[in-house]
């Protein structure tokens, strides 16, 4: 049963650059949730996609945009980078329901220079 | 405003002792869910319990359990026979209506040999 894969583990762009994260989720799941989460911190909530939609969104600015696919897995896009968008991306899946909890992948750790 | 709180930055513990990781979280909802995650230095976020705010029951998942004061709204942790592989950082999540997960800022917790 794979769990959820992101691509790539390691990133480095220079500020002013565009990046473009993904996502593969758990099998079985249809909901695909963006975090960051900078040094020391807990996960920030990006944006959430659900049938190719994005149905929630955090405070993100516009430049933090997002896709989902016909096979649930999702892109996240982020334009004219900043030194702050250093950080851990997390990429979570999940279904709906309360009490279903967050599959999460490995992350992708973005450096901006 | 800050929805879940961690108030211990850093705990330690003796191998084979219980310890106990607090969070307290604000909602004026009824109907929500707690969880906690594990993040090793490897940057994964692994889930460990749940607790929905109906349950009246605290739940368990083998060595976790979750201390569910609903009145207090706090949802602590408790490891019991610590092992030198829980040392981790260790997050409180809240799930609100419709889907979004807030994370606390984490408690590093080391196992002590």
């Known amino acids: 049963d794979a769990g959820v894969t992101q691509s790539p583990t390691h990133l480095i762009k220079t500020r002013g650059q565009q990046v473009t994260l993904r996502c593969s989720p758990k099998?079985?799941?249809?909901?695909v949730s963006w975090y960051q989460q900078a040094l020391g911190q807990g996960p920030q909530f990006i944006f959430q996609?659900?049938?190719?939609?994005?149905?929630q969104r955090g405070n993100f600015p516009d430049r933090f945009s997002g896709h989902q696919f016909p096979n649930y897995s999702s892109e996240l896009n982020v334009n004219a980078l900043l030194l702050g968008d250093s950080a851990l991306y997390l990429c979570?899946?999940?279904?709906?329901?309360?009490?279903?909890?967050?599959?999460f992948g490995n992350g992708t750790r973005l450096t901006v220079t | 405003a800050q929805k879940i709180t961690q108030t211990q930055p850093g705990m330690f513990v003796q191998e084979k002792e219980a310890v106990t990781l607090d969070c307290t979280y604000d909602?004026?909802?009824?109907?929500?869910?707690l969880f906690w995650y594990k993040q090793p230095s490897s940057g994964e976020m692994i889930f460990l319990i749940y607790?929905?705010?109906?349950?009246?029951q605290n739940a368990t998942e083998g060595r976790y359990s979750l201390n569910f004061q609903k009145a207090r709204k706090s949802a602590n942790l408790v490891i019991s026979a610590s092992q030198l592989g829980d040392s981790a950082m260790y997050f409180c999540?809240?799930?609100?209506?419709?889907?979004?997960?807030?994370f606390g800022t984490g408690t590093s917790l080391t196992v002590i040999p």
């Open positions: 999540a809240m799930r609100k209506v419709p889907n979004q997960f807030y």
């Open positions: 979570a899946s999940s279904l709906v329901g309360y009490n279903s909890p967050l599959h």
């Open positions: 909602t004026s909802d009824q109907s929500y869910g």
């Open positions: 099998s079985g799941h249809d909901t």
């Open positions: 996609y659900y049938e190719e939609e994005e149905r």
């Open positions: 607790q929905g705010s109906y349950d009246e």
